[in-house]
């Protein structure tokens, strides 16, 4: 994996993230649970799960109960978890 000029992640990332804290609910499978969005761009997302559950590949993110994103997960490390939506828009990160 090669890292940006600074060294980081963010050098690497397509899209610009929007560091957000809101809730909002992922949904897959019959279940929905409860999440906090952590950060937000026009082509993804990385999320907190407030329970610790294995998410499946095809998920929904909802945001503000109103905005239902289709996503990939893309990674998880235990309650932490990076989605990626199939079109960038570039109204996603402001509906936070």
Known sequence: ???GAEGSEEGRRAFERKRVVGRARVVFGGK???CI??????KGSR???????RLQDAVQ???RGQFVLQASCRWQRGVEAGLEFPTADPAIPECI
Not at 37 to 42: A, G, K, M, T
């Open 1 to 3: 994996m090669s890292l």
């Open 37 to 42: 969005v952590l950060d937000l761009s026009e």
């Open 61 to 63: 993110l909802v945001i």
């Open 32 to 34: 929905t649970v409860p």
């Open 47 to 53: 999320i907190c799960l407030l329970r610790n559950v």
